[in-house]
């Protein structure tokens, strides 16, 4: 288990039956959360008092609804790295918190490489590794099919002083977009994905993890450099196991070019019980040099 621990903006402060009491700057959300199957031992005041609470809707979807006005958005920090942060119809705020530790890991490998690095995040959301990746100096492809997401991005790298930074911002399939690339003869010495457990394409194209993931590793080979830095894949896929990509990345990326493999779950700890919050798994390719 590796732990998003550092964050000084970000506090999941409770959690039980279903749901997640978080803290963001100084807003308090309430949302829920699959994975919590566990009671709630006790609901302390700040439960009911949340600025925003989720609810979940029985015939799907939801709504939130607020203690108080809240800003429209309003601006988290992880070390540099600065992010727009705003409740969304389907839950989510436009930053996974626990991904810091991703992000953490490539910027060391970026910094420590001391050669250029050219890095293609795919299905890349509001660019959170996008942001973390130009911090560390690469240059960065953002490729994501949602226009929104790609102009979030943007926002957050010009917040985090990084709005002239080698990045470019890509709407595209991102299956297509890789084929495209390789056909151009354009490499990248590391690739970041987070794939969806289900998808569909603009005609039609259906997308499933367990069907397309290792077919599409394979074709992320043809544009992998002679000498990649790193690999690194997401996952919130209910059911698929760190093992399985571990699998899947030996198959393909470290078939091809060694290497070393960490697969493993990510997390963030909860304040109020000690304990942590499973928030997917991750695998981790790295060049041996």
């Known amino acids: 288990m590796q732990m998003a621990q550092d964050w000084l903006d970000y506090e999941l402060i409770d959690t039980g039956n279903g749901e997640k009491l978080e803290r963001w700057g100084d807003i308090i959300l309430r949302r829920p959360d699959p994975q919590i199957i566990w009671p709630l031992k006790s609901e302390h005041a700040d439960w009911k008092q949340a600025d925003g609470h989720y609810h979940r809707s029985s ?27 705003k409740p969304t119809s389907f839950k989510h705020t436009g930053l996974f918190p626990e991904q810091a530790v991703n992000w953490s890991w490539m910027m060391n490998k970026i910094r420590e490489a001391n050669r250029p690095i050219r890095v293609l995040n795919l299905f890349a959301y509001t660019g959170g590794a996008t942001v973390a990746a130009a911090s560390a100096g690469a240059d960065v492809c953002h490729v994501d099919a949602a226009k929104g997401m790609v102009q979030w991005a943007k926002e957050n790298a010009e917040l985090s002083g990084l709005g002239s930074a080698p990045v470019r911002y890509i709407t595209d399939d991102v299956f297509k977009f890789v084929q495209r690339e390789e056909r151009r003869g354009r490499q990248y010495e590391a690739i970041i994905m987070d794939p969806p457990s289900y998808g569909r394409g603009p005609n039609g194209e259906t997308w499933k993890l367990e069907e397309n993931l290792f077919p599409f590793l394979e074709s992320c ?69």
């Open 59 to 85: 015939s799907g979807g939801g709504q939130w609804t607020y203690k108080r006005s809240l800003p429209e958005r309003w601006n988290i920090s992880y070390g540099p790295l600065k992010f727009h942060i």
């Open 221 to 289: 080979m043809g544009i992998l450099s002679d000498k990649p830095l790193f690999v690194l894949v997401n996952s919130y896929t209910t059911g698929l196991s760190p093992t399985v990509l571990n699998n899947l990345l030996n198959l393909s990326i470290r078939r091809k070019f060694g290497g070393k493999l960490d697969c493993g779950e990510i997390g963030l700890p909860i304040t109020r019980s000690g304990m942590t919050l499973p928030c997917g798994i991750y695998g981790r390719w790295e060049s041996e040099d």
